[in-house]
């Protein structure tokens, strides 16, 4: 059974910093792109940064470049999301994504997403 599983979630003052993980299980993790999503209080969810299965390729939301990095540990099945800089408007649940299309460069869609993790809960305080 595959099961993505997040972690690193908390309460941040601006400015500061978390450091969000996922574990993968099921024996997906190395024949998937990873990547991050999030969603705020009434908003849609929308893609925070992607990486290919090697990891010799990422991308990521114009809102977070410079300030967020995706990275992943393949011996681990773990995919990190390190937030830098952290504005209240990053507040939302942070969800871990995976899909099957190994050799894409760029964004994630939402509708193509294989498995979703339960997310974790990111809060910036101003």
């Known amino acids: 059974q595959v099961q993505l599983v997040e972690s690193g979630g908390g309460l941040v003052q601006a400015g500061g910093s978390l450091r969000l993980s996922c574990a993968a299980s099921?024996?997906?993790?190395?024949?998937?792109?990873m990547g991050w999503f999030r969603q705020a209080p009434g908003k849609e969810r929308e893609f925070v940064a992607s990486?290919?299965?090697?990891?010799?390729?990422?991308s990521s939301a114009n809102s977070v470049k410079g300030r967020f990095t995706i990275s992943r540990d393949n011996a681990k099945s773990t995919v990190f999301l390190q937030m830098n800089v952290l504005r209240p408007e990053d507040t939302a649940v942070y969800y871990c994504a995976a899909d099957r299309n190994l050799y894409t460069i760029g964004p994630m869609s939402s509708n193509g997403i294989d498995y979703w993790g339960k997310g974790t809960l990111v809060t910036v305080s101003s």
């Open positions: 990486i290919t299965r090697s990891g010799g390729s990422t």
């Open positions: 099921g024996g997906i993790f190395g024949n998937v792109r």
